[in-house]
């Protein structure tokens, strides 16, 4: 008499850095079925797309290249996870059936609240928004006005791009500029976009953005031809519509081993978790290892055995300032910046070589199962800042 393996079937939704990541590490036992369900045919590297949009680099990845043998690619929209029949129901109405649920939807543009932001301002989050962007950009004159809304690392890093390609820039950094760099990496970026001719407006947010100008809060109005919006990011409320609980954003309310607090069947990871609803700074530099971990998380369940709790350690981000300079911040592992930075063309090569290892590492992970290493010793959730500003680069 022939006997079965039991299978066990793994439904990741979402194909960014984590999703791909924790795809490629339930490999590690050989009687997992894994199916990966994401929007796009395509991976988009994000942290590239302020590239993208200038024409200056590539921001797609074929899905061929980072999944392991055997994972298998549904490009279809997740609508509901139905926990009481373990369905994952999708847009095109195939329901996939599951024993464990890896939710990895990612981040995406939060709607703006300011009058006129969300009908004539143009986000770069996801590669849809950053495709009407670059279009609009193909269209417009090389001197007309653009407004940059925004001071962290998208805002900041597009303007740069678009400045060194000799546009006329205008950053608006209603917080401050890039508060999480230290105050000598902070005058770095700014010296290199004084030197650029990017007018940096700081104190006075936006309050209403119109087709050909934007109103400031001191009254001010400026022409802007083109207003990029890049504050603020939201999730997919794929989990709050399932009937799972979630953090004010939206994020799916976890554990510390990233597990659902209401479904132990589910397990989140990336930018859509909250573990003990204190998340972690988003950020490429951490999708990778909570990926491995959410798949770590899983495979303990299946073998029946106690999951870890994550453990991480943030040290810092990467600028890229246009194509010839950039800046790596150094941090403690508690992600708070020291005075140390490395900034000119070495900060750029680090830069692009943290977005090549990015990549590199889920193929790696594809290849040979259980060989991402990362630096751990970081706080538990909960003892860092939650609001601390996003970070979209490596």
């Known amino acids: 008499m022939n006997e079965h393996k039991a299978r066990h079937r793994a439904i990741v939704i979402g194909g960014g850095y984590a999703g791909t990541m924790a795809a ?20 988009v590297d994000r942290v590239r797309l302020h590239q993208w949009v200038a024409g200056t680099g590539g921001a797609m990845v074929d899905y061929r290249t980072l999944l392991g043998e055997g994972i298998e690619l549904v490009v279809d929209k997740a609508v509901r996870i139905d926990v009481t029949s373990r369905v994952v129901r999708l847009a095109s109405g195939r329901a996939l059936d599951y024993d ?6 990612g981040s995406s543009a939060a709607i703006p609240s300011v009058p006129g932001a969300a009908e004539f301002g143009f986000p770069i989050a996801e590669f849809e928004s950053a495709k009407r962007l670059r279009a609009r950009l193909d269209d417009l004159p090389l001197d007309a006005p653009v407004t940059v809304v925004g001071g962290g690392p998208t805002g900041i890093e597009i303007a740069a791009e678009l400045a060194e390609q000799g546009r006329a820039v205008t950053l608006v950094c209603g917080g401050g500029l890039m508060p999480s760099l230290s105050a000598p990496g902070r005058r770095y970026v700014v010296n290199w976009l004084s030197r650029h001719y990017v007018t940096v407006v700081e104190g006075s947010p936006v309050t209403g953005v119109r087709p050909d100008t934007v109103v400031f809060a001191d009254g001010a109005v400026r022409p802007s031809a083109l207003t990029v919006w890049t504050t603020g990011f939201g999730v997919p409320q794929l989990a709050a519509e399932s009937g799972l609980r979630t953090d004010t954003l939206g994020r799916l309310v976890t554990d510390e081993t990233l597990t659902s607090i209401d479904d132990r069947r589910i397990v989140a990871t990336g930018d859509a978790a909250a573990p003990s609803d204190q998340p972690l700074r988003m950020s490429g530099q951490g999708a990778g290892p909570l990926g491995v971990q959410a798949a770590d998380t899983v495979l303990n369940h299946i073998a029946g055995t106690e999951p870890a709790v994550i453990d991480l350690a943030l040290t810092g981000t990467c600028l890229s300032l246009g194509r010839h300079a950039g800046i790596r911040q150094l941090a403690r592992k508690d992600d708070t910046a020291m005075n140390l930075y490395i900034g000119g063309r070495a900060g750029a090569k680090i830069k692009e070589m943290t977005c090549k290892i990015g990549v590199e590492k889920i193929r790696r992970e594809a290849h040979s199962p259980g060989s991402l290493a990362w630096l751990k010793g970081g706080p538990r959730p909960g003892q860092s800042d939650p609001a601390a500003p996003e970070v979209r680069t490596a």
């Not at 490999?27 to 395509?42: M, S």
């Open 24 to 43: 490629n590490h339930l490999r590690l036992r050989n009687d997992v079925e894994i199916t990966l369900v994401n929007p796009r045919p395509r991976f």
């Open 100 to 105: 464990h649920v890896i939710y990895a939807v």
